[in-house]
């Protein structure tokens, strides 16, 4: 409805991200900070990493932190901390970013994708369970994929666009069939699960054997530049994620395992100890940001075409992303991209129809509903800093689109 705009939202532009809004506010405290860093060429490690570990490990509920390089290098030290390797197996969801599936399959793993709850968009524990049921042995404590002979070691769910995944039944799956849980909480940071016992909520990471944290720049706690972390409530298995971030060395040079080169920056640690410090007030931001469109789609009747995000009583939802089902997604996109409305597709290709992954031998019609997502979804903008005006113009525009 280009023709009923006013000259101030034709003028209007909202981008899918815009970083430079935060760093404006934060620039007197972060500048001093890299200033301090770069005062004591103290560069790898130390006390600003670990400083940031602790504090993240508090603000997640769990024991343990390890800073990481990446969200991705996490999850491959968490694979390589548990020995996943050549003839293993790891359950999780094709509807997710490429580093999920990928890490798998570097460590020589074979990754087995089961499909998504339509709803939440999460790995779908019916669905775990009935691959375990249609095509897993199990045999002296090992689950063994019958098909393939490989031994399924690991369930690795994603808390996709900062919801978690319904954790309970996959940890019930995972108790009973000996597997252990990575939990992918690169968009979950803080993202809480309400628990079946009554005993409070629990957050993502602080659940499975190891999450896995991404601190790229557009995740809820973005570095200024490449960092992660991994989390364990496990003391042992912390030990050995220490170890295989520093090449397996420990003593130094003494190698009684292979790991490789996966620290986190101090100049990284340092920016993020301070930017953690406002991440309730973001994560916040986010909701109210989600709560007016939920409204603002029901107030222009716009409910009949677009599904809103599905937040699950009791989980704290952080919004990393607010994605929209919608008919014609394409073409919704290029209209809005017209509007100078930013938005991405998270994901267009799960990862069971990825061209790499051709030799697991999935087939259309396998994972429908992590295929029929990758058509209909789309991400709007959602980041804190954004102004009730914008919020409105891309609802207004997207109803132009539909009228
Ligand atoms: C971002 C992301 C990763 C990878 O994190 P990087 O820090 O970019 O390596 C892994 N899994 C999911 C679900 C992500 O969103």
Same mark, same amino acid.
């Given at each position: 409805m280009k023709s009923e705009a006013s000259p101030a939202t034709a003028r209007m532009e909202v981008p899918l991200l815009d970083l430079?809004?935060? /760093?404006? &506010?934060?620039k007197d405290q972060i500048l001093p900070a890299i200033e301090e860093v770069c005062a004591s060429q103290h560069f790898i490690l130390g006390p600003h990493v670990k400083d940031l570990e602790n504090s993240v490990a508090d603000y997640s509920q769990a024991a343990h932190g390890i800073g990481m390089s990446s969200g991705t290098d996490a999850l491959l030290v968490a694979l390589m901390a548990l020995e996943v390797g050549h003839g $293993?197996? !790891?359950?999780?969801? =094709? /509807?997710?970013f490429f580093a999920t599936g990928g890490t798998v399959a570097r460590v020589g793993a074979r990754p087995v994708f089961c499909d998504i709850d339509p709803q939440t968009y999460n790995l779908s524990a019916r669905m775990v369970q009935n691959f375990i049921d249609e095509h897993c042995d199990f045999r002296d404590g090992r689950l063994i994929n019958r098909v393939t002979g490989g031994h399924v070691k690991v369930l690795l769910p994603v808390h996709l666009y900062g919801q978690m995944a319904d954790m309970q039944p996959l940890m019930d799956i995972a108790r009973q069939f000996n597997l252990k849980v990575i939990e992918d909480a690169a968009q979950a940071i803080g993202a809480e /699960? =309400?628990?079946? $016992? &009554?005993s409070g909520p629990r957050r993502a990471g602080s659940i499975g054997d190891i999450g896995c944290f991404s601190f790229f720049p557009s995740k809820n706690l973005g570095a200024f530049g490449d960092g992660g972390m991994c989390t364990a409530n496990d003391d042992t298995l912390a030990g050995t994620l220490r170890i295989?971030? !520093?090449h397996g060395g420990k003593p130094k040079y003494y190698h009684a395992v292979i790991g490789g080169n996966f620290r986190l920056d101090a100049l990284q640690a340092a920016v993020l100890k301070i930017k953690l410090a406002h991440l309730d007030d973001w994560t916040a931001a986010r909701q109210r940001n989600a709560a007016f469109y939920d409204q603002a789609f029901v107030a222009a009747g716009l409910t009949d075409r677009i599904t809103t995000p599905v937040a699950m009583k009791g989980y704290r939802h952080i919004y990393n992303q607010y994605v929209i089902r919608v008919p014609d997604r394409d073409k919704l996109r290029a209209h809005l991209a017209d509007s100078k409305i930013g938005t991405e597709i998270y994901y267009p290709v799960p990862l069971h129809e990825q061209e790499c992954f051709a030799h697991l031998? /999935?087939?259309e019609g396998d994972c429908l509903e992590s295929s029929r997502a990758a058509r209909e979804t789309l991400a709007l903008p959602v980041y804190p800093e954004l102004s009730q005006e914008q919020l409105q113009y891309v609802v207004d525009t997207i109803a132009g689109f539909y009228a």
């Open positions: 430079k809004a935060q /760093y404006r &506010g934060l $293993d197996e !790891v359950i999780t969801t =094709p /509807y997710t /699960y =309400p628990a079946a $016992d &009554g295989m971030r !520093v031998g /999935y087939r």
